[in-house]
């Protein structure tokens, strides 16, 4: 019998050598390590573009309250409502999705900071995360 019938002893199978299990861990590693600041930016992006999104609503929801309450109305509940807070619950009706306050509303790090009269219909101001103003 040739040498190259014979069959190997059972002891032998075939199987990945250590060096290649380290090479292919390494290069999966690699790959990840380039890959986690694309997702951590992926992220951000995402809730940046979530509260400017719900921002407009919160302007389009300034805009239903006006049309629905009457101009000279809507301002005097507007300014009797001193705070934010209490500005968002007059809104609330008129948004489709409505948390029960703007803290809640707005996602982690952003807020909302409502204009002085509803009737100019001014845009909302985005705070954005370090107190920075986001231009939408």
Known sequence: MSPSLISKPSRFKAAFSMV??????AIMGIIAFMA?????????????????ARVESLNIAMASF?????RSR???QWQSAGTNAAKYTL????????EDTIVRFMPSGY???F??????????????PGNVTIRY
């Open 111 to 113: 807020s909302a900071n």
């Open 115 to 128: 204009g002085n009269s509803v009737v100019a219909l001014q845009k909302t101001t985005l705070i954005g």
């Open 91 to 98: 809104l609330r009706p008129y948004l489709a999705f409505a």
């Open 66 to 70: 006006v049309q629905a309450e009457g």
């Open 36 to 52: 986690i600041p694309s997702v951590t930016k992926m992220r951000s992006d995402g809730e940046r573009n979530l509260a400017i």
């Open 74 to 76: 809507a301002e005097n």
């Open 20 to 25: 290649e299990l380290l090479a292919a861990v």
